[in-house]
């Protein structure tokens, strides 16, 4: 039987670090991953993290107040308060760990600036930040002999007494089902992009952490906050990086001027990644676009510069669109890539659901509230993969394992059996597909009561053909034809929480703009939403509201 | 965009390993369509038993590594205009050099395995007592060539070493070891170059057939890695191994045939009294007949094999004086 003190689901950088944490902390940990640990999607984080280090005269609070205004003051103050004074002890330490940060000419860490920041505090590798701290938290997990379930997928949280005590997962490479238990489960397991497309996301972030957390009585917390990037190319939704426009990069629209100059006079291309997305998506839907697109424009950094510190944008223009950074603009469009609403955990990580903590994508802490500002989904993972696992260390002192029964895992076989024998009918990557294009049509960039009421009722429509969908692949052995169907399940619950959290929310907020109430609107909705599970409601949903935490900083007007 | 996939099949519930299937497909693409692109479409709407990795479809994950026309790609970046003309067929298999769990999905334990015997991880003596480690962003930015490998394994599914040694610690993991020995964060260097440089499969096992450069979707060129840390090892005083005899083998052989007598230089490195790595070698030796990579055990002799070795004879007698 297999028995840890802690199991994280997830090896991208917030389940490593909390690995490494509890690892250090003389534990017995496992990583579960239905990908190899280096394949996790924070490998794709290209333009850095941020961190205001103090003993250069940068100020935590300066930080705060930032993510704070960025969040359109949805996030809470003393989550924000914790990350920010613990980010520059975070970066130093992945430094210390071998992460190959560029440093100036003293040989210190140097910075580059991000968007909805004044003071240049965001640390990089090149363009392929998130690769480089991925592969040394690997590095590290090797260095301390770590379990890891690789390729294993989690299908259900085991829930006993209340408390969560293990997964059921299925090996992908034999296809077989195993409990795993443990005195306390990490949910790391990322974004959900995909439930919309396009979006920048990998073919994995699925969502799945959520809805498991979910599922099990934990409710997600202002999902309508959906962030769409300013630069996404348009077929695919691959990402170019906010590092372009942080390094100097203009966006043009189609008569050549540099229209962000007009939407924030004072933080031009850098204003927070709403304000940007929305400015371009009013340039084309008043015409200045082309074909759906503005431009990005390199062109005056000259190609030395672009080759060095953003080799890998490059690649992506030239691999992708055949265009050369240094001698043409590139078309770009805002796109779906990256969710601020998440499993409600405490600053320790901590949810509802005793022995089930949270960190990462999948979390929400809130630090990032209505809008995050960029670089800091990576700072937000270390932090608070870091803390979840020493609080998690604390936690179990106090438990014992759970029953170690097959109840759930007979369970799980026969819920597998029964898809498995379903007549051949609806296939999921229609079902995924229809899904996740309605998803954009109904949460985008603009939003209004009837697109959100689209989306819902497009969610209604996939759920009531997902019981149908039969899986065409018979075998064991890595059969992803199962995987997806578990997946597209996951996927509609998360897509079922968004669009009901979003017809909740009766102003506009961050990345929650809509066109028929566009005013934010402290007075009634200064709140989070939170969407439970609930199948004795309309659509097996309830959505709740709670107070923000505000500790110093009143909200005020948002200007850029 | 008309286009033609021919996909290598392996089902190890039905079929015995080292046997395989041909499935071929026809189907309408966007100009710009990646393979992957490709195959992504064939799952989803053809069939959905096709098993292959895929993650990120930026390049980015190492997922994809695949054979496409008989060389190792990462099939998201590559993309149907740039492989085949229109209408013409592709030939997608899994990479080499790996066992095959299911059609294009291979098993990379093996990979890993040598990954972690080059202990890849930073091991300083001390932590600075506060702050990050001061160093020179140049030495930084040289550690960038190899921190962009994404872990593909592309250039081990090619490396002509491989095929025929499995001992072979191989490019990536040699890539990643010199990633170390290159960081002045480090202080394990000299142990490292020591290791790498004895080691069953180390350094000097590279044949430097160019392969693995050539492959590479993220410029690392594992052989360029592996040539320097030869370079290094010999700085570094390693002498009396392989490595050494090899070099001294090799100029011996040139000398005096004015060619490369593979077989002799084989035996040399390893040592005339190296019984354990002798039959290692025998074993190679029988499995090149096979594959028809023998050298001649007596070795043919250049034409103007007189002139070679009068051009040894001078730039020796000009470092004696
Ligand atoms: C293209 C791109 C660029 C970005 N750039 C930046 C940037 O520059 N700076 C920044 O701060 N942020 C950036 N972000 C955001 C940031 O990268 C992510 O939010 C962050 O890396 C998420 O990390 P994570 O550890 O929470 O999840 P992930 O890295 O996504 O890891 C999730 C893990 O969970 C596992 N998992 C999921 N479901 C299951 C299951 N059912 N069973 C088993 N395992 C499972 C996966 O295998 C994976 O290991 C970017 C995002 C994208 C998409
Ligand atoms: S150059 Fe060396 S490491 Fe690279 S493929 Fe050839 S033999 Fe293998
Ligand atoms: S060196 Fe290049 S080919 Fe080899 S694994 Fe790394 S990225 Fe892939
Ligand atoms: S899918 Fe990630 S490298 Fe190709």
Redesign the interface.
Known sequence: MYKHDVLIIGAGLAGLRAAVEATRLGLDVAVISK??P????S??AQGGINAPLT?RGDDWEGHALDTIKGSDYLADQDAVEIMSSEAGDAV?EL????V???????????TRRFGGQLVARTFF??A?TG??IL??LY??A??HGLNVYEEWFVTDLIIEDGRCVGVVALDI?TGTLHSIWAKTVIMAAGGAGRVFEPSTN???CTGDGLALAWRAGVPMMDMEMVQYHPTTLA??G??LSEAARGEGAYLLNSEGDRFMLKYAPQYEELASRDVVSRSEQTEINEGRGIDGNVLLDLRHLGREFIE?RLG?LQ??AV????IDLAEQPVPVRPGVHYIMGGIKTDVDGATVVPGLYAAGECANVSVHGANRLGANSLLDTVVFGRRSAVHAAEYIKSVDAGSGSDEHLNATKARIQSLMDREPNE?W??VR?YMANEMTKGIGVFRDQASMEGAKEAIRNVNERMPKIA???K???????LIFTLEMEFMADVGNAIVHSALTRKESRGAHFRTDITERDDENWLKHTLAYHDPDNEDGVRVETSPVTITKWEPVKRVY | MNSKLKVSRF???TMGSGQRRWDEFEMDL?P?A?VLDALIQI???V???L?????????????CGMRVNGEAKLVC?T?IADVAEEGATIVIEPMGNHGI???L?VS?DPF?DK??QVD???Q?DA??E????????DS??N??TA??C??CGACVSDCTVLEVDEAFIGPAALAKAWRFVE?P?DDQRDERLKELNEVEGGIWDCTRCFKCVEVCPKDVAPMDRIMEMRDMAIEAGNRNTSGYRHTESFSKSVKKHGRLDEARLAVESAGYTNIPRLIDLAEIGVKSVLKGKMPPIVPHKADENEKITRIFERVESERNT
């Open positions: 990908v190899h280096v394949r996790s999607h490998n794709a003993d130093i430094e210390r760990m071998g190959i940060f560029s440093r100036g000419e003293d040989g210190r860490l140097g590798v090149g392929i690769s480089a592969h040394v590095e590290q090797l260095k490479k990998a073919i994995i077929r695919t691959i990402l060095d890998y690649e992506v691999e992708f669109l055949g296939n990557a229609a597909n899986i065409q692949n075998g064991k052995v890595f059969n992803t034809d | 089902d190890p519930e966007h710009s990646t799952r989803e709407e069939d959905g038993t098993a292959l990795r895929c993650a990120c479809r930026a390049s980015i994950c190492g997922s970046k993309r769990i299911k059609d999905v990379l890993f990954v972690r890849p991880y930073l300083p932590e600075p506060q702050g990050e480690f001061v160093v020179n962003n930084m930015e550690l960038l921190m962009n994404i872990m960081d964060r």
